[in-house]
C-alpha cells in the first residue's frame, strides 16, 4: 500500500494520530519496531500502546479536574485511546485504571480494522526524506533515530528519569492485615490498604535510604527526575514525614481493626481486570531488584508478596518543542515532520495521546485542503497543546501533565471553591462551539 502519513512509534501518541488519520480515509504506514526484532529497557511486550508505568490514567472527573476534562474532551473527538480504555477499565475508584493487556490489544484490533492503515514492525533509523511524518517515538527514541532528531532540531535534547513502580500477585497479600477501602469511605473500596505503625515506618524509611540502589551509566549521571514522577527512596531521603505527606499518607483511612487512622499507609490499587494483580501506587524505584523484594516484604501484609513486576528505571528523552516546533507541531527547519506524544515534553498517558491527536487532525486537516482551526485555549487540549508549542518557559521547560494552571485564569471575583468549575463549564462550552471546524 502507499501511504500518505508515515507514523514512526506505535505508543500512545502514534496510535491515537493514526486512528485520527485513518478512519478519514488517510493512508498511513505505522512503524512500531517491538515485534521487529528490537525493544526497550521498560517495553515487556509488543502490544501497540503498551502501559510500561502505572495502569492509571488518572482522575476521570470531568468537573473539577483537569486530566478528567482531558478525558472528557478526548471522547468528544471520538478518542481511540479513551474507547479502548472504557473497554479495559478496572475498578480504582474516581480514577480511571485499565487492565493493561486487554487495553492494549483493544487498541491493535481497532487499528487492524481500519482498511487504510498499515501496521509495519520495523525499526526507522532516520527521518523519512518525502512526505507527511508524525514523529511519535515516546521517551526511549532508539539511538540511532535519536541522533537524526537531533540534527534535525538544531538543538540538545533534554533528559530525566521516569520509575517504573512494583505490581504485586493478589494472592500473596495478607488480608488478615490488610483491608480495601477509599480515602474517606468516599466510592467503592478501590484500594488495598496495608498500614503501619510509626516503628515499622522509621524502620522502612531508613531502609529506602540505606537500600542499594541502581548504578547510573556515565551518559545518565546528569540527568533530573521529573517530579510527578519521582522514584520513592529519593522522595524519602527530603525528610523523614514527607512519604506520610505523600504516597504513603494515612489521612481519612480508618484501619478497622483499630478504629484509627494507621501512622501511614501503603496502597495497592488494582492492575488488571481479573483483580489478580495490584500495583504499589506511589512507589517508582531505583532500588535494585533484590533489594525491593527484601525491604517490600517488611511492609505489613506484604511479607510473602511475590511480584509480578519490580521496580525499574528508565530515561526518558523529549525535544525542547517551543524552540523547535511550530504551533501545528511542525518541524520549524522541515514543516512535513511533525512530532506527537511524550517526545514533545507532555508527561502522562492521556497527555500524550491527546498530542497525537492534535498531531493527527493537523494532518488531516493539512492533506484535505482544509484551513486548521487550534481548539481554544481555554480547553484542556487547546492549554497542553499551547503549553507544548510556545507558551511555556524554554529556559526552564520540563515535562508537563495536564493543570489547571496552564488553562487562562476564570472570570475576576469567580470564588476559589467555583474556580475549578469554573474551568471546566468554561472549557465545555468552548470545545462545543469549536469540535465543527475539525471535521
Given at each position: ?5 508515515h507514523i514512526i512509534g506505535g505508543g500512545m501518541a502514534g496510535s491515537e494520530a493514526a486512528w485520527q488519520l485513518a478512519r ?176 515499622q515506618y522509621r524502620a522502612f524509611h531508613q531502609g529506602l535510604i540505606d537500600g542499594e540502589k541502581t548504578e547510573f551509566r ?222
Open positions: 500500500m502507499t501511504y500518505q502519513v478519514r480515509g488517510i493512508r498511513v504506514r505505522l512503524s512500531e519496531m517491538r515485534g521487529g526484532g528490537d525493544t526497550t529497557a521498560a517495553h515487556h511486550t509488543t502490544g501497540l500502546a503498551e502501559l510500561v508505568c502505572s495502569n492509571s490514567f488518572r482522575s476521570d472527573d470531568h468537573v473539577n479536574n483537569a486530566v478528567g476534562l482531558l478525558h472528557h474532551e478526548m471522547r468528544g473527538l471520538d478518542s481511540l485511546i479513551m474507547a479502548a480504555a472504557a473497554r479495559a477499565q478496572v475498578p480504582a475508584g474516581s480514577a480511571l485504571a485499565v487492565d493493561r493487556d486487554v487495553f492494549s490489544a483493544a487498541v491493535e484490533a481497532e487499528l487492524a480494522a481500519l482498511p487504510s492503515l498499515e501496521v509495519v514492525r520495523e525499526r526507522v533509523d532516520a527521518i523519512p526524506a518525502e512526505g507527511a511524518v508524525i514523529i511519535a517515538t515516546g521517551p526511549l527514541t532508539a539511538p540511532a533515530l535519536a541522533g537524526a532528531i537531533g540534527q534535525a532540531t538544531g538543538a540538545e535534547a533534554l533528559a530525566f528519569f521516569d520509575a517504573i513502580a512494583p505490581i504485586v500477585h493478589h494472592d500473596s497479600i495478607d488480608m488478615d492485615i490488610c483491608w480495601r477501602a477509599s480515602r474517606w469511605d468516599k466510592g467503592e473500596a478501590d484500594y488495598i490498604n496495608c498500614p503501619m505503625t510509626e516503628d556515565e551518559w545518565e549521571a546528569n540527568t533530573p527526575y521529573f517530579e510527578g514522577c519521582m522514584p520513592i527512596e529519593v522522595m524519602a531521603a527530603r525528610g523523614l514525614d514527607t512519604l506520610r505527606f505523600g504516597p504513603m499518607k494515612p489521612v481519612g483511612l480508618d484501619n478497622p481493626r483499630t478504629g484509627r487512622w494507621p501512622h501511614a499507609v501503603v496502597q495497592l490499587r488494582q492492575d488488571n481486570k481479573l483483580g489478580t494483580l495490584w500495583n504499589m501506587v506511589g512507589f517508582q524505584t531505583k532500588l535494585k531488584h533484590a533489594e525491593q523484594v527484601r525491604l517490600f516484604r517488611t511492609i505489613p501484609g506484604l511479607e510473602n508478596a511475590e511480584f509480578a513486576r519490580l521496580g525499574g528505571l528508565h530515561r526518558n528523552t523529549f525535544i525542547q518543542s517551543p524552540r523547535v516546533l511550530d504551533r501545528q507541531l511542525r518541524l520549524l527547519r522541515d514543516p512535513r515532520v511533525r512530532f506527537a506524544g511524550q517526545i514533545t515534553g507532555c508527561e502522562g498517558y492521556v497527555e500524550s495521546a491527546a498530542i497525537g491527536m492534535m498531531a493527527g487532525l493537523m494532518t488531516a486537516a493539512e492533506l484535505t485542503g482544509r484551513a486548521w482551526t487550534p481548539p481554544p485555549r481555554t480547553t484542556a487540549l487547546g492549554a497542553l497543546l499551547s503549553h507544548v508549542t510556545g507558551d511555556a518557559e524554554l529556559e526552564t521547560y520540563q515535562p508537563m501533565n495536564v493543570n489547571f494552571g496552564l488553562f487562562p485564569p476564570p472570570e475576576p471575583g469567580t470564588r476559589k471553591k467555583q474556580r475549578k468549575e469554573a474551568y471546566t463549564s468554561r472549557a465545555k462550552t468552548d470545545l462545543a462551539e469549536w469540535l465543527p471546524a475539525v471535521g
